[in-house]
């Protein structure tokens, strides 16, 4: 099996096993487990309080001690055994800390699927600005894929379209929990994918820890000094800001869309009815926007792909503040999920190749776990406590209603301040060679 297509399977399950459960947990705990807000609602922010930390703490592992395809292997299992956990947790104080722990072994393979994607594809001789993006493309067909089958595989309903016998084997092996189908499912996948990485080519730690090295060096902190410099400083403060635009979009997307239901007009139209497939054509913009990375690095440089992608993202939020479901507004709907492929891919794919091409190869590891931390943790983080102080306090009617107008054209407006911002603070030359040296 050719490197390309090793690296092809990887970033398919990589996104696999986290899409076949994460758009379906609120369903699975408010609807399934009939948990209420107040004792799920802490379980969102798992992944945040996980990405804070671990991420960092697991580059530096895998840029000081340890393989890290065998780091990654291992994580990728221990990170399954806990979705099997999760499948069977019925208290919704047990099921947070059980996911909490999942997460702290998931989101740093984020960061070192790409440390090992570059690391391989260099070492190969690849020019990863063009091989890189098509690979990077599966990781989003692996989550659709996951999401279509979490909806497939959730019920015994679902189940009976194969056979009586063939869903009564699957009720008898789960326990009759046909809807924790989806940590089943990711969890054996995770498992697999966790072996399959133990028979990628060796991505060995850049150097042993030498004699003389400092306390710093020796705990593997020298990435955190990135912070001293200008340029990185701020790179890393701006992948907060974007961050917390993320979690804007994931956390009220669907929700939004749902609330159009409350019009008596609109109550019935395909925007309601099928709102989480219209938020999916988020999902499959990602992986046409992907593609067309190679082009636009080549072509702007780093700086203005991400500064693309800071406005992509003015636009994702003042579409939506314009959007209705029908007319003139369902088309801004429409064009608001599909610009999110830009605003997502052109930040999070260049920004990593960022981290690539301007870090020492000793500290890289680490480094795209401090991108990570910023992005998926603080970011997270941000977004998610503001907006719903913001909401809560601000843009909420007397009768509960969200005023979803006025949220998009807020959120709207600082992603514009954002942009301007970067635009004027953040000084990066475009310089061909350097990302031409991405394929050395």
């Not at 996951?146 to 015994?156: G, K, L, V």
């Not at 042993?208 to 090295?213: E, F, Y």
């Not at 991400?306 to 209705?324: K, N, P, T, Y």
Request: aromatic share 18%; glycine share 8%; proline share 3%.
């Amino acid at each position: 099996m050719n490197l390309k297509l090793r690296l092809t399977i990887l970033s398919f399950l990589q996104f696999f096993v986290w899409g076949a459960w994460l758009t379906t947990l609120g369903t699975y705990g408010f609807a399934y487990k009939q948990w209420s807000g107040a004792e799920f609602g802490a379980v969102f922010s798992t992944l945040g309080i996980a990405s804070v930390f671990m991420p960092a703490l697991m580059g530096i592992i895998a840029d000081k001690w340890i393989n890290a395809e065998k780091l990654y292997g291992t994580l990728h299992i221990l990170y399954g055994t806990t979705l099997f956990l999760l499948a069977k947790t019925n208290d919704p104080t047990t099921f947070f800390w059980i996911l909490l722990v999942g997460m702290c072994f998931y989101m740093p393979t984020l960061a070192l699927s790409n440390s090992i994607s570059y690391k391989l594809l260099k070492d190969s001789d690849y020019d990863v600005v063009k091989v890189f993006p098509p690979i990077r493309v599966w990781g989003t067909i692996g989550f659709i894929v996951a999401m279509w089958c979490t909806n497939i595989f959730s019920d015994e309903q679902s189940f009976s379209q194969f056979g009586i016998s063939f869903g009564q084997s699957v009720a008898d092996l789960f326990g009759n929990s046909l809807n924790a189908n989806q940590f089943y499912f990711a969890g054996m996948f995770a498992i697999g994918l966790g072996i399959f990485s133990f028979f990628l080519p060796k991505c060995p730690p850049p150097k042993l820890i030498s004699k003389d090295a400092t306390l710093s060096q020796k705990l593997g902190l020298d990435a955190f000094k990135l912070f001293k410099q200008k340029k990185m400083a701020l790179f890393f403060i701006f992948s907060m800001l974007l961050g917390a635009a993320l979690q804007l979009t994931n956390m009220y997307g669907d929700t939004f869309l749902k609330d159009f239901g409350t019009i008596e007009a609109f109550k019935d139209s395909a925007v309601v009815q099928y709102s989480t497939m219209i938020i999916s054509i988020s999902q499959i913009s990602e992986t046409l926007f992907i593609l067309a990375i190679p082009f636009f690095l080549y072509k702007f440089g780093i700086k203005k792909v991400m500064l693309i992608s800071m406005f992509a993202w003015v636009l994702r939020f003042g579409f939506f503040s314009l959007g209705a479901p029908e007319g003139f507004g369902l088309l801004l709907i429409l064009l608001s999920n599909i610009i999110y492929g830009m605003a997502f891919d052109f930040f999070n794919i260049s920004g990593s190749l960022f981290v690539e091409s301007t870090t020492d190869s000793k500290i890289r590891s680490s480094a795209q776990g401090l991108f990570m931390m910023m992005v998926n943790g603080f970011g997270a983080i941000l977004g998610s406590s503001v907006s719903g102080w913001l909401i809560s306090g601000y843009f909420t009617d007397s009768t509960g209603l969200k005023m979803w107008d006025e949220i998009w054209f807020v959120f709207a407006i600082y992603a514009l301040v954002v942009a301007i911002a970067f635009a004027i603070l953040f000084k990066h030359k475009h310089d061909p060679k350097v990302v031409a040296e991405l394929k050395h």
